[in-house]
């Protein structure tokens, strides 16, 4: 099937390739051409502009870095708003606050049109692999319709009923936990080899023992190897994502202590030049902190 894909960041290329490996016909559109490249040689083609690109009748697909970023997609001049034909579908796979989702999906109903909202699960890696959970949301005859392209990128759709917003709550959670065990685990490190212990026999006791699930297997491996360079998901990138559960928390009345420690330990990394990094530098900056780095 035709399909429109926005936003061609790490995630978003290798969710297009996965696409185009399927044999759908993928049109596709970036703020910066020149990631546009690999994707036309894999056989894509490219739309001028975000306006020619919705008015292809197609289902948009778009996975933005940030709130700002999907605002100026959506709601801008020439933006997907005033540009979907009636009834045309906006597929958001980003992570983006509820809020800004819930008040979205309003403005896409008012202009007629749906929106599904559908962020991932898994670095690029995980979508190289075939690997990558779908959380989505959105009225079920949408869902069924985008479930093709789920389909194509991901091993598995998590169905979070038909209010957009739940499907972009469930994913800063799921962000948040994940934050707090790169957290603990960085703790657990430093402890062990500051008190002369091998990190990785206690990668072994975790991993093998109570702990042997893919995020402590994958991110306590990539800490005891000092993987910060190779990069899945930037500290910036999770800041923003434990800034949105802290803000979601703040607005619901939840206090959200062990997020508040990650936030200020990802604030610590970037502050210490670790913005580009991969976000398991919490581990890193546990280490400077205990005296070890």
């Not at 292809?56 to 979907?84: C, K, R, Y």
């Not at 657990?188 to 991993?207: M, Q």
């Not at 210490?272 to 070890?292: F, K, N």
């Amino acid at each position: 099937m035709k399909v429109v894909f926005i936003g061609l960041g790490r995630m978003g290329r290798a969710m297009a390739r996965r696409l185009l490996a399927a044999g759908h016909d993928v049109v596709v559109w970036n703020r910066t051409p020149d990631r546009l490249g690999e994707l036309l040689d894999a056989g894509a083609t490219s739309a001028e502009s975000i306006a020619q690109a919705a008015s292809l009748g197609a289902p948009v697909i778009t996975m933005l870095a940030n709130d700002e970023a999907l605002a100026q997609v959506a709601h801008g001049p020439g933006g997907l708003i005033e540009s979907l034909p009636a009834g045309g579908l906006h597929i958001a796979m980003g992570t983006h606050r509820s809020d800004t989702i819930r008040d979205l999906a309003a403005a896409h109903e008012a202009a007629g049109q749906v929106l599904v909202a559908a962020p991932v699960l898994g670095r690029p890696s995980a979508v190289e692999a075939g690997q990558l959970g779908i959380i989505a949301a959105g009225p079920g005859d949408s869902l069924a319709q985008a479930q093709p392209l789920f389909d194509a990128i991901g091993r598995r759709t998590f169905a979070a009923g038909p209010d957009p917003a739940t499907a972009s709550l469930l994913k800063l959670t799921n962000n948040m936990v994940l934050a707090c065990a790169i957290e603990v685990m960085g703790e657990a490190f430093s402890l062990v080899e500051k008190s002369g212990g091998d990190p990785e026999t206690l990668r072994d006791v975790l991993t093998e023992g109570v702990f042997s699930s893919p995020a402590y297997i994958g991110y306590s491996r990539a800490i005891v190897d000092r993987s910060w360079d190779t990069v899945g998901f930037t500290a910036t990138l999770a800041l923003k994502d434990v800034d949105l559960a802290l803000a979601t928390g703040a607005a619901n009345g939840v206090p959200l202590p062990s997020a508040e420690v990650c936030r200020d330990r990802l604030s610590r990394a970037i502050a210490d030049g670790d913005a580009d990094r991969d976000w398991i530098v919490m581990a890193l900056a546990q280490a400077r902190a205990s005296g070890l780095a």
